[in-house]
């Protein structure tokens, strides 16, 4: 049987992140012998899937044929793999230039953040699997897609085998701080990873930050070696009070812009825009940030 897999967010000749969904597709259709295709559309399939994560996508799903499956949080919240097909070894090999491993642990999170579309996805937390249902022992990294891995269940379970393996972890959605404490602070210190990721996404949680970066410090883990997302742009919001505080902390800052389902960034007040020029002009603000991500959030701002 011939299938044909599509992946809906390759753009042009955008290197993507790769597909976890289509991927465990993949594996499951060539375990039963069948051929797979993966963005071919001169293929004539007998059967085809179609994800689109990113909801400024999903147009393109007018040139796909009338009998194609369609998932993805682009275009249903509630689209689920088969259990078959959903505790599967993905194959990695559909993306010729991926060199690390990628899954879930848990899936759902305690928190129901307005930006978010995890709550209505996926729903409350709860433990998923181990990273050896997923992890390919020919990579040297493992990507983590977990939405709030702190608050799992079968966290500590999964900290412990994080340690012991040693293998190069990142923690991609990012962690939450705070759930931040002695235990877990020390757990993070002893696994191996290039970056911790966390959030920062409203001034809100200030005392959190300020007391999950402190214990991580504490723990021996160096401020170069801690990255936060800022939101930017979420109800107007520039972010500067808080890349302000972060920069107090000398962490890294990898500015999150918002975007809407339309995919379009946002606009912001010219309050805002005056605010963010003013703090433009501090020396070295931003010295601690990663360029890119950086130019990118000065990208934004400039054509307000």
């Not at 004539?44 to 799903?61: G, K, T």
């Not at 520039?238 to 995919?263: A, C, H, N, S």
């Not at 946002?266 to 309050?271: I, N, Q, R, Y």
Request: charged share 25%; net charge positive.
């Amino acid at each position: 049987m011939k299938t044909l897999l599509s992946d809906l967010d390759i753009i042009g000749r955008r290197r993507p992140f790769p597909n976890l969904a289509l991927m465990k597709l993949s594996a499951y259709h060539k375990a039963r012998g069948d051929e797979v295709w993966l963005n071919f559309p001169l293929c004539l399939p007998d059967i085809e899937y179609a994800s689109c994560v990113f909801s400024w996508n999903r147009q393109r799903i007018s040139r796909l044929s009338n009998s194609a499956i369609i998932g993805g949080s682009g275009v249903d919240t509630k689209a689920e793999l088969a259990i078959e097909v959903e505790h599967i070894m993905p194959d990695y090999t559909l993306y010729p230039n991926v060199d690390f491993s990628l899954g879930f642990t848990s899936r759902g999170c305690i928190r129901k953040c307005p930006w978010c579309v995890v709550p209505a996805k996926e729903g409350g937390i709860q433990a998923w699997t181990t990273i050896y249902e997923f992890w390919d022992r020919r990579h040297k990294e493992i990507k983590l897609l977990d939405n709030n891995i702190l608050a799992s269940p079968n966290w500590n379970e999964t900290a412990e085998i994080l340690i012991k393996e040693q293998v190069r972890t990142d923690f991609n959605q990012g962690l939450d701080i705070r759930l931040v404490d002695d235990e877990v602070a020390h757990q993070l210190a002893k696994i191996r990873t290039k970056k911790l990721r966390f959030a920062f996404d409203h001034i809100s949680i200030e005392p959190q930050v300020r007391e999950g970066i402190g214990l991580l410090l504490k723990a021996g883990i160096k401020p170069r070696h801690l990255s936060f997302y800022v939101l930017i742009g979420f109800n107007g919001d520039p972010g500067i009070d808080r890349m302000k505080l972060l920069q107090t902390y000398g962490v890294d800052v990898y500015p999150m812009i918002y975007k809407g389902e339309d995919g379009k960034e946002p606009l912001m007040s010219k309050e805002s825009l005056q605010e963010i020029r003013a703090v433009l002009g501090i020396d070295n603000l931003f010295w601690h940030g990663n360029p890119q991500n950086l130019r990118k959030f000065l990208r934004v701002i400039k054509r307000l």
